[in-house]
C-alpha cells in the first residue's frame, strides 16, 4: 500500500479524498493556488505546495507543477478527482514516467474513452445500443447530411469530452450553422479540441448511469445506477439510486452492458457508463466517464462502498473482494448546492460566504469544502456542497433530503438550494415521471415560487 499520496485537485473533491487517506493510515500532499491559500483541503493534508497563480491553466491545470509537487514531496501515486486533470491521458502518462501511479483507469483507455467516436466503436463492439449519430468526427456539412438522415432534433456534442460543454440542441435546419459554430468554439475553449460529433436527440429521455470498480485481475463490479435527470445546461442538480425509471430486468441489462464494456476496453478502476433512456425502455450508451463523480455519495450510500477507498487499493494492486452485481439497499437521493442564481439562468453567485450552517440528523450526509466566512471564488466550479440523504425507500428520502434543505443555512451568495426544495416537490419529481427536459419545461413555475 502506498504512504504518500498526492491529492491534484481542490474544493469538496479533495477534502473527500484526503479524509479518506488518513483513514487508510496513508499521508497526503495538497496542492493549491494563492487564491486557496486558506482552503479546508490544505490545512487537512499533512503536507501542502502552493503552485500558481488563482487560474487554473496556471495551477491546477498545469502538469509540470501538478507532478514536480508530487516528486519534490516523495509522494508514489496521484489521485486527480474529478475534473481538471482527472481525464488527461498526458498527465496519465507524465505520472508514469515519473514514477507515479495515478489513482485512475491506464493512459490508453482514457485517451480512447475521452475520444467520444472512438467510444463509441469500441461500445458497438462490445455489444452495448447507441444512440443513432455519426461514427467518427463530423465537420459543419457532415453534420448537416447527418441531421438530415437522423432527423431533427439532433445534439452536437464534442468529441474530447462532456459535461455539457461543447454541446448544442438543433431543431431545424435552419439553426445547425450558428449552433455548429458556437458549439465547436465552445468545446476547443474547454478542451483544446473544436471537433464535433452528431447524435439523434431522443425525447423524452432520462439520463441513468452504472458505477463500475474493475481491479487489474479482470473482476469487474457494477454497483448499480443512479438517475441524473435532472439537469441544467446538461449538468446535473439532483442525482437518485434506484431510479424511479428501472425495472430488475432493465436494470440488469444495463449493468450486463457495462460489465461486458469493461471486459472489452480492459478498463481499471473506478469508471462510469452513461446511458439514455427513451420512453419505450430502451437504452443507448452516451459516453465513459473514466474518473470518479460528483454524484458518487449515491452509490456508496446504498452499497455501503466506499470507492475512493476502493479506488486507491485497486491501483495498489489489490484485488476486489467480488466481481458481478454489488448488494445494495434503500434509498439515496444528492443535491448539489452550486452558488448560482437560478432566477438569472443559474448564473454563478461568488462571494463570501456569512453564514454556513449544515444540516444535521439521520441519514444526512454533507460533502464540502466550506466554512463559514469562505470565499466562493470565480475561477472554479459554483458547487459548494453536497447534501446527499439515505432512507428506507424513495417517498421517505424525499421528506428527509426536504427537511434537510430547509434546514440548510447559507448566507452571502445566491444558491441554488430553495429551488432544489421545490424540484423535489413537485409532482412530477415525486412521481417518479420526469426527464432531462425538466428544467425546462417546470423552470419559470419553480423560479417563480422561489422568488416569492
Same mark, same amino acid.
Given at each position: 500500500?502506498?504512504?504518500?499520496?498526492?491529492?491534484?485537485?481542490?474544493?469538496?473533491?479533495?477534502?473527500?479524498?484526503?479524509?479518506?487517506?488518513?483513514?487508510?493510515? $496513508?499521508?497526503?500532499?495538497? *496542492?493549491?493556488?494563492?487564491?486557496?491559500?486558506?482552503?479546508?483541503?490544505?490545512?487537512?493534508?499533512?503536507?501542502?505546495?502552493?503552485?500558481?497563480?488563482?487560474?487554473?491553466?496556471?495551477?491546477?491545470?498545469?502538469?509540470?507543477?501538478? $507532478?514536480?509537487?508530487?516528486?519534490?514531496?516523495?509522494?508514489?501515486?496521484?489521485?486527480?478527482?474529478?475534473? &481538471?486533470?482527472?481525464?488527461?491521458?498526458?498527465?496519465?502518462?507524465?505520472?508514469?514516467?515519473?514514477?507515479?501511479?495515478?489513482?485512475?483507469?491506464?493512459?490508453?483507455?482514457?485517451?480512447?474513452?475521452?475520444?467520444?467516436?472512438?467510444?463509441?466503436?469500441?461500445?458497438?463492439?462490445?455489444?452495448?445500443?447507441?444512440?443513432?449519430?455519426?461514427?467518427?468526427?463530423?465537420?459543419?456539412?457532415?453534420?448537416?447530411?447527418?441531421?438530415?438522415?437522423?432527423?431533427?432534433?439532433?445534439?452536437?456534442?464534442?468529441?474530447?469530452?462532456?459535461?455539457?460543454?461543447?454541446?448544442?440542441?438543433?431543431?431545424?435546419?435552419?439553426?445547425?450553422?450558428?449552433? &455548429?459554430?458556437?458549439?465547436?468554439?465552445?468545446?476547443?475553449?474547454?478542451?483544446?479540441?473544436?471537433?464535433?460529433?452528431?447524435?439523434?436527440? *431522443?425525447?423524452?429521455? =432520462?439520463?441513468?448511469? *452504472?458505477?463500475?470498480?474493475?481491479?487489474?485481475?479482470?473482476?469487474?463490479?457494477?454497483?448499480?445506477?443512479?438517475?441524473?435527470?435532472?439537469?441544467?445546461?446538461?449538468?446535473?442538480?439532483?442525482?437518485?439510486?434506484?431510479?424511479?425509471?428501472?425495472?430488475?430486468?432493465?436494470?440488469?441489462?444495463?449493468?450486463?452492458?457495462?460489465?461486458?464494456?469493461?471486459?472489452?476496453?480492459?478498463?481499471?478502476?473506478?469508471?462510469?457508463?452513461?446511458?439514455?433512456?427513451?420512453?419505450?425502455?430502451?437504452?443507448?450508451? $452516451?459516453?465513459?466517464?473514466?474518473?470518479?463523480?460528483?454524484?458518487?455519495?449515491?452509490?456508496?450510500?446504498?452499497?455501503?462502498?466506499?470507492?475512493?477507498?476502493?479506488?486507491?487499493?485497486?491501483?495498489?494492486?489489490?484485488?476486489?473482494?467480488?466481481?458481478?452485481?454489488?448488494?445494495?439497499?434503500?434509498?439515496?437521493?444528492?443535491?448539489? +448546492?452550486?452558488?448560482?442564481?437560478?432566477?438569472?439562468?443559474?448564473?454563478?453567485?461568488?462571494?463570501? +460566504?456569512?453564514? &454556513?450552517?449544515?444540516?444535521?440528523?439521520?441519514?444526512?450526509?454533507?460533502?464540502?469544502?466550506?466554512?463559514?466566512?469562505?470565499?466562493?471564488?470565480?475561477?472554479?466550479?459554483?458547487? +459548494?456542497?453536497?447534501?446527499?440523504?439515505?432512507?428506507?425507500?424513495?417517498?421517505?428520502?424525499?421528506?428527509?433530503?426536504? =427537511?434537510?434543505?430547509?434546514?440548510?443555512?447559507?448566507?452571502?451568495?445566491?444558491?441554488?438550494?430553495?429551488?432544489?426544495?421545490?424540484?423535489?416537490?413537485?409532482?412530477?419529481?415525486?412521481?417518479?415521471?420526469?426527464?432531462?427536459?425538466?428544467?425546462?419545461?417546470?423552470?419559470?413555475?419553480?423560479?417563480?415560487?422561489?422568488?416569492?
Amino acid at each position: 500500500m502506498f504512504q504518500r499520496v498526492l491529492v491534484a485537485n481542490r474544493g469538496e473533491i479533495a477534502v473527500r479524498v484526503i479524509r479518506a487517506l488518513r483513514e487508510m493510515g $496513508i499521508e497526503s500532499v495538497a *496542492i493549491y493556488s494563492t487564491a486557496d491559500e486558506d482552503a479546508l483541503h490544505v490545512r487537512l493534508a499533512d503536507r501542502a505546495v502552493r503552485i500558481g497563480p488563482p487560474a487554473a491553466a496556471q495551477s491546477y491545470l498545469s502538469i509540470p507543477s501538478v $507532478i514536480a509537487a508530487a516528486t519534490t514531496t516523495g509522494c508514489e501515486a496521484v489521485h486527480p478527482g474529478y475534473g &481538471f486533470l482527472s481525464e488527461n491521458p498526458e498527465f496519465v502518462r507524465m505520472c508514469e514516467d515519473n514514477d507515479l501511479v495515478f489513482i485512475g483507469p491506464p493512459a490508453d483507455v482514457m485517451a480512447r474513452m475521452g475520444d467520444k467516436a472512438q467510444a463509441k466503436a469500441e461500445m458497438r463492439e462490445a455489444g452495448v445500443p447507441l444512440v443513432p449519430g455519426t461514427e467518427g468526427i463530423a465537420g459543419p456539412e457532415d453534420a448537416r447530411a447527418a441531421a438530415d438522415s437522423l432527423g431533427y432534433p439532433v445534439l452536437l456534442k464534442a468529441a474530447a469530452g462532456g459535461g455539457g460543454k461543447g454541446m448544442r440542441l438543433v431543431t431545424g435546419p435552419h439553426e445547425l450553422h450558428d449552433a &455548429f459554430q458556437r458549439a465547436a468554439a465552445e468545446a476547443h475553449a474547454a478542451f483544446g479540441d473544436g471537433s464535433l460529433y452528431v447524435e439523434k436527440a *431522443i425525447s423524452p429521455a =432520462r439520463h441513468v448511469e *452504472i458505477q463500475v470498480l474493475c481491479d487489474s485481475h479482470g473482476t469487474v463490479l457494477t454497483c448499480g445506477e443512479r438517475e441524473c435527470s435532472i439537469q441544467r445546461r446538461h449538468q446535473k442538480l439532483i442525482e437518485e439510486s434506484p431510479s424511479p425509471a428501472l425495472d430488475p430486468e432493465l436494470r440488469e441489462e444495463m449493468e450486463a452492458a457495462a460489465e461486458r464494456a469493461c471486459h472489452h476496453i480492459g478498463y481499471r478502476n473506478a469508471g462510469t457508463f452513461e446511458f439514455l433512456v427513451g420512453p419505450d425502455g430502451s437504452f443507448s450508451f $452516451i459516453e465513459l466517464n473514466a474518473r470518479l463523480q460528483v454524484e458518487h455519495p449515491v452509490t456508496e450510500l446504498v452499497t455501503g462502498l466506499d470507492l475512493v477507498r476502493q479506488q486507491v487499493r485497486v491501483a495498489a494492486g489489490e484485488r476486489l473482494e467480488h466481481g458481478g452485481r454489488a448488494s445494495r439497499s434503500r434509498h439515496a437521493i444528492e443535491l448539489r +448546492i452550486n452558488a448560482e442564481d437560478p432566477r438569472e439562468d443559474f448564473r454563478p453567485s461568488p462571494g463570501r +460566504i456569512t453564514r &454556513f450552517r449544515p444540516p444535521l440528523g439521520p441519514g444526512v450526509r454533507v460533502d464540502t469544502f466550506v466554512e463559514e466566512g469562505a470565499t466562493i471564488s470565480p475561477y472554479y466550479d459554483s458547487m +459548494i456542497a453536497k447534501l446527499i440523504v439515505l432512507d428506507n425507500n424513495r417517498h421517505l428520502a424525499i421528506e428527509r433530503a426536504r =427537511r434537510a434543505l430547509r434546514e440548510f443555512e447559507i448566507e452571502g451568495v445566491q444558491t441554488t438550494r430553495d429551488v432544489l426544495h421545490d424540484i423535489l416537490g413537485s409532482d412530477e419529481f415525486r412521481s417518479g415521471e420526469y426527464s432531462t427536459s425538466f428544467i425546462e419545461e417546470a423552470g419559470a413555475r419553480l423560479l417563480a415560487g422561489a422568488a416569492t
